[in-house]
């Protein structure tokens, strides 16, 4: 093996991390206070270290000769990687601290896309002393959010002032920062973009669309996957502004991703910035898709290779009839996962990962992410009988032994904007 790469944490993103290390002859590390996950009864090696043990994860890294530093779609373990490298003296892609603090701040986002003329939703500033004057300059409905938090996190939908006046102080007292956003209430079908970036240059890799199961909350995402659909739009009207974004945030390597709705007045409205692994981890089969391989292009920003313009792909711009995608299994209520079944039925199938890190005897709120499980598409029927096929065998039990996920069966939706995404391209650019 030809050097030690060490993963923090066993967050979504790690598992493939530990794979593809192997595959490029990595000799690899996990650390975290987890006893066990699927991404350390993968690695070579396992500690027993909490991520935020600088001090002692250097020394430990130290004495292994310890080479490169990743960690999976996690702010708070990312966080921990970038002041670990700096201890060790290692590469790590995200060092321009502006950059890191607009891709967790969605008040410095908003306002940088208001600079370089990026479409954002109508927001108002009001201060913690919610004074009737504020109060009364809010057209409603708004949505009230911090800047510093992601997931949903304490996000709320207000119709009113008294609406407005709990859902801020709400926000405010899970926060870190004094800033509350408080914008427009936007309507729409969500997407994500996601870029990969070297020498400053940023070229759209995948644009990915969120689906929820009818009768669950809107932004309860359960399956999301990559989608030609509305894709010539965004490449018309938000594209070269988000690059732009990407540009004077400084930047400069890895991968960023930007969140946006398509509104009901038919345009797209950018709301959120990622500067690490998105989530849904849909890059883990998208080699598949687009010929890059995502998670090795981060595992050699860790090593300190320099990318150079020439290494990127050129950016996403036509119809691909496979797609990726990520099953997210929500729990339908609070309890203890007592078993998981079907696991190694699903696991046979070829086109499928699955990223379950907390499985019997953990303990999971109310409409809280289990695990994932990644799914590749020959095309959207492919995908389809892939996630009915899912729902047939899996089993997420509580004591009881009620299946506690919500299991996603809109299939009509997923068909409906794949045919649509299909007659936006023509039938000769694939």
């Known amino acids: 093996m030809n050097g030690k790469l060490l993963v923090l944490g066993s967050d979504y993103g790690t598992l493939d991390l530990v ?35 600088i001090d002692t994860l250097e020394k430990r890294c130290r004495e292994n000769g310890v080479g490169a530093v990743v960690t999976g779609a996690s702010d708070f373990n990312t966080s921990c990687c970038r002041q670990l490298c700096v201890r060790l003296g290692l590469s790590v892609y995200c060092d321009n601290e502006r950059a890191w603090e607009i891709g967790r701040n969605k008040r410095m ?29 809010v057209s409603f409905p708004v949505v009230v959010k911090p800047v510093d938090k992601s997931g949903n996190r304490g996000m709320s939908y207000c119709t009113n002032k008294g609406e407005l006046v709990n859902a801020y102080k709400y926000a405010r007292s899970i926060s870190d920062n004094e800033a509350i956003i408080v914008e427009k209430e936007l309507h729409g079908p969500e997407f994500a973009a996601h ?59 890895g991968i960023a991703w930007v969140e946006c ?54 950016g996403l711009s036509q119809f691909y ?10 729990s339908k209520y609070a309890g203890q996962v007592v078993s998981t079944k079907g696991l190694d039925r699903i696991g ?5 990962i699955i990223d379950i890190p907390k499985r019997g005897g953990h303990n999971v709120p109310a409409v809280s992410c289990i695990g994932i499980i990644r799914i590749y598409g020959e095309n959207c029927n492919h995908l389809c009988d892939t996630i009915a096929a899912i729902n047939e065998y899996l089993r997420i039990e509580d004591k009881n032994g009620d299946n506690m996920i919500i299991l996603f069966d809109d299939y009509n939706s997923l068909k409906e904007e794949y045919d649509l995404g299909l007659k936006q391209f023509s039938a000769d650019s694939f």
């Open 19 to 53: 794979r593809e290390g192997h595959r490029m002859g990595l000799y690899v590390i996990a650390a975290d206070l987890m006893e066990t996950s699927p991404t350390k009864q993968e690695a070579d090696e396992a500690w027993m270290l909490s991520t935020t043990d």
């Open 109 to 137: 986002f908003k306002e940088l896309c208001k600079e370089v003329g990026a479409p954002v939703a109508k927001d108002y500033y009001l201060t913690s002393e919610l004074s009737e004057s504020e109060l009364k300059s």
């Open 195 to 253: 870029y990969v970036i070297a020498e400053g240059e940023a070229r759209l890799l995948y644009f990915g669309s969120e689906h929820h199961q009818p009768g669950q909350r809107n932004n309860l995402y359960s399956l999301v996957y990559t989608t030609s659909a509305y894709l010539k739009q965004y490449l018309e009207e938000v594209n070269d502004s988000v690059i732009e974004v990407f540009r004077r945030a400084g930047c400069r390597d």
């Open 261 to 314: 709705i398509r509104d009901d007045d038919g345009h797209f409205y950018l709301f959120e910035m990622g500067y690490r692994f998105g989530a849904t981890m849909l890059y883990t089969w998208y080699e598949k898709v687009f010929g890059f391989n995502s998670i090795r292009w981060m595992i050699e920003c860790a090593q300190g290779k320099k990318h150079t313009v020439e290494d990127l792909p050129m």
């Open 321 to 330: 009839p496979s797609t990726s995608a990520s099953y997210h299994l929500f």
């Open 348 to 352: 046979k199938m070829p086109n499928v």
